[in-house]
């Protein structure tokens, strides 16, 4: 089946610790996307991507990092530098061919807790 | 800058009701407006979209209405049924493919 693979689906960090989050899509999608939520709101758009080795900020990129090496991998690295971490973190991708695309498939989720 | 409003943040229809959940965007160049149902500790998962060219989308008990004039769009989950208690977010982007902007989210609840 074709979709999207998030891991760990919980993370726990330490104060000044990276951690990184992993997403794998099989869908052949061209743009994959790293959005924030947190309790009660709306997604925030941290970083995406339209094509390998190319990404670019979103409205909340400060303290995050991303890479795009293959298509299908988008792995997001939460650094110390963001301050309030916990949230629970969603992966997307998309196609880009206007008369092919259904919208976002997004992942289950990865809850992240600093401790 | 909130670009896409979304009202109301909650919702509490009884089963059988019309649920109604509408918003509002500035940029006129979006002509891609989703809808995705996302249930507790899950991802959000696409439940009917509409483009510009047409007021008006319906599938199943779901129907989508669009006025480009004034800018808005609403959901309307007709027979709402407490399984349809979630959370919807409404969502626009300048073509299919591009990047979303959301709504802040409405969280349904169905009384049976």
């Known amino acids: 089946d074709g979709g999207i693979t998030q891991s760990p689906k919980y993370l726990f960090r330490k104060e000044g610790q990276n951690v990184t989050l992993s997403c794998e899509q099989n869908l052949n999608h061209d743009a994959m996307y790293w959005y924030r939520q947190d309790p009660g709101q709306g997604l925030r758009l941290i970083y995406y991507s339209q094509i390998v080795n190319d990404f670019q900020k979103g409205d909340i990129a400060e303290g995050y990092s991303v890479s795009r090496e293959k298509k299908e991998s988008f792995p997001l690295t939460v650094t110390s530098a963001q301050k309030n971490p916990t949230a629970f973190y969603l992966c997307?991708?998309?196609?880009?061919?206007?008369?092919?695309?259904?919208?976002?498939?997004f992942g289950s989720g990865t809850r992240l807790t600093v401790v | 800058q909130q670009q896409v409003k979304q009202s109301p943040q909650s919702l509490i229809v009884q089963k059988g009701g019309i649920s109604i959940i509408n918003c509002a965007y500035e940029?006129?160049?979006?002509?891609?407006f989703p809808w995705y149902q996302q249930f507790p500790g899950k991802g959000p998962a696409l439940l009917i979209a509409i483009r510009p060219d047409v007021s008006e989308k319906k599938e199943g008990r779901f129907t989508i209405s669009f006025n480009k004039s004034a800018k808005q769009f609403s959901l309307h989950i007709m027979d709402s049924q407490p399984g349809d208690s979630a959370t919807y977010f409404c969502?626009?982007?300048?073509?299919?493919?591009?990047?979303?902007?959301f709504g802040g989210g409405t969280r349904v609840l169905v009384k049976p």
């Open positions: 940029n006129t160049a979006f002509d891609y």
């Open positions: 997307a991708s998309s196609s880009l061919n206007r008369f092919t695309n259904y919208g976002y498939t």
């Open positions: 969502a626009a982007s300048k073509a299919a493919g591009n990047k979303l902007t």
